[in-house]
């Protein structure tokens, strides 16, 4: 079960690396048809997006230093950024679009589930 929590735990990482990366740099040119919105959109909320996208770096961070570090800061650290992230999923999910639900939360909570179950 520790493989299948790891494989999945690296899983929502890479995501949030993605997201990172089109909400820090890609945000103009990319961003408009991830998201739907219009060029001129994407031009005047590039700063939010920038600060948003480093706030999914924090949950990247928090899942490396989870999956490299030994307990008790491990588990701490997993269960902490896991967590965020189904939270947040779940509030995107309500507040933004339900595809959250599915790319963010899912993903999470199964690694979740798998985290707690290998430990």
Same mark, same amino acid.
């Given at each position: 079960?520790?493989? #299948?929590?790891?494989?999945?735990? %690296?899983? @929502?990482? @890479?995501?949030?690396?993605?997201? #990172?990366?089109?909400?820090?740099? !890609?945000? /103009?040119? /990319?961003?408009?048809? @991830? ?12 700063? +939010?997006?920038?600060? &948003? =996208? !480093?706030?999914?770096?924090?949950? %990247?961070?928090? +899942? ?15 269960? *902490?950024?896991? =967590?965020? #992230?189904?939270?947040? =999923? ?10 959250? !639900? *599915? ?6 909570? !199964?690694?979740?589930?798998? &985290?707690?179950?290998?430990?």
């Amino acid at each position: 079960m520790q493989v #299948v929590a790891t494989v999945l735990t %690296v899983l @929502v990482i @890479v995501i949030h690396l993605y997201i #990172v990366i089109l909400e820090m740099v !890609l945000w /103009r040119t /990319r961003g408009p048809k @991830v998201f739907g919105i219009s060029a001129d959109f994407a031009r005047d909320s590039a700063s +939010l997006a920038s600060n &948003q =996208g !480093l706030y999914n770096g924090f949950l %990247v961070v928090a +899942l490396v230093l989870g999956l490299v570090l030994r307990e008790p800061f491990a588990t701490a650290f997993v269960f *902490y950024g896991l =967590g965020c #992230v189904v939270v947040a =999923g779940l509030w995107g999910a309500l507040t933004a679009s339900r595809r959250i !639900l *599915y790319v963010q939360a899912l993903p999470a909570a !199964l690694a979740l589930a798998a &985290q707690w179950l290998a430990r």
